[in-house]
């Protein structure tokens, strides 16, 4: 019987992946590199030390923690010589794609030939209005969505590889010209970069998440819980960030020159309501 590892998006994932048919050992990858600071040397001490500061600085993460749930367990992919085949499970939005990218980009680093690389990935399905998550098939499901898995061969990850790294530039004229989708395995990848470029400022020096989230306390005067929830809820109709509760409470929090509080609740200033004028 061939040796299985899985790559999995997150812990959601590998709970359900537990409860199928699906035999192999599993790695989940805990990290959100869509946001913070991010080097082209994957898994380097540069790499670790600048997502250590970033997760204790911005996020309130010790040090202890984010080694002990996410560096340990991406460690673990540095070899995989000792399998016969290892199957990336990841979803369409910005999220996942990023770190799709990073994995594919560490996987190189000790890329074996005697290992069968493969993805799967999902996204739009026949039939079905909104794209779907991992989240959005129980266990008995997994066994079919494994049957759809696309081979990764040496090329498609420097491909993967090619689009890490001007992830890591993040130059918008240079993401605007390079052709995402022309490599089919990695059908969101465009997707997930046009989504990112909505993250560079606008002309009033906001970029379409923090617009939205000052239009939202303009309108509302929430609590920070209710902000969060109507920016997952915009999140799911209209954008593919793929983002969590801790990524819009950070980005929120950013926004403080913008804003005051007012037992809990959030109230733009004058600041806050004239710029989102502009």
């Known amino acids: ?14 709970s359900t992946l537990k409860k199928s048919s699906i035999d192999g050992d599993i790695i989940v990858w805990r990290e959100m590199l869509c946001d913070g600071p991010v080097c082209n040397q994957v898994g380097s001490d540069k790499f670790w030390m600048d997502r250590y500061a970033f997760f204790e600085k911005e996020l309130g993460i010790s040090k202890l923690e984010y080694y002990d749930k996410t560096i340990q367990e991406i460690i673990k992919i540095k070899n995989v010589s000792n399998y016969n085949e290892v199957i990336l ?5 910005l999220f996942c794609q990023i770190n799709l990218m990073a994995l594919c980009t560490y996987l190189l680093k000790n890329y074996s030939k005697s290992v069968s690389y493969y993805l799967v990935c999902v996204g739009r399905e026949k039939d079905k209005g909104q ?12 066994p079919k969505l494994l049957e759809s898995k696309l081979k990764l061969s040496r090329n498609k990850l420097l ?33 997930a970069i046009n989504q ?20 939202v306390i303009d309108n509302q005067h929430l609590k920070k819980d209710k902000i969060i929830k ?11 960030y ?3 509760d801790i990524q819009y409470s950070y980005y929120i929090d950013k926004l403080n020159e913008y804003y005051c509080l007012n037992d809990e609740s959030y109230q733009l200033n004058e ?7 502009t």
Not at 4 to 12: K, Y
Not at 131 to 142: F, G
């Open 1 to 14: 019987m061939a040796k299985t590892l899985h790559i999995l998006n997150g812990d959601s994932t590998a």
């Open 89 to 93: 499970w990841f979803e369409y939005d």
């Open 242 to 244: 793929g983002f969590g």
């Open 196 to 215: 990112h470029l909505k993250r560079f400022p606008k002309s009033n020096g906001l970029n379409q998440i923090q617009q939205k989230i000052l239009e």
């Open 271 to 277: 600041k806050g309501k004239n710029i989102i004028q």
């Open 159 to 191: 491909f993967a590889k090619q689009c890490w790294e001007l992830y890591v530039e993040n130059n918008p004229e240079q993401l605007k010209e390079f052709d995402f989708k022309k490599q089919p395995t990695f059908a969101y990848f465009q997707k």
């Open 230 to 240: 109507e920016m997952l809820f915009w999140q799911q109709k209209e954008t593919i």
């Open 131 to 142: 794209l779907q998550t991992l989240a959005d098939y129980n266990a008995e499901a997994y």
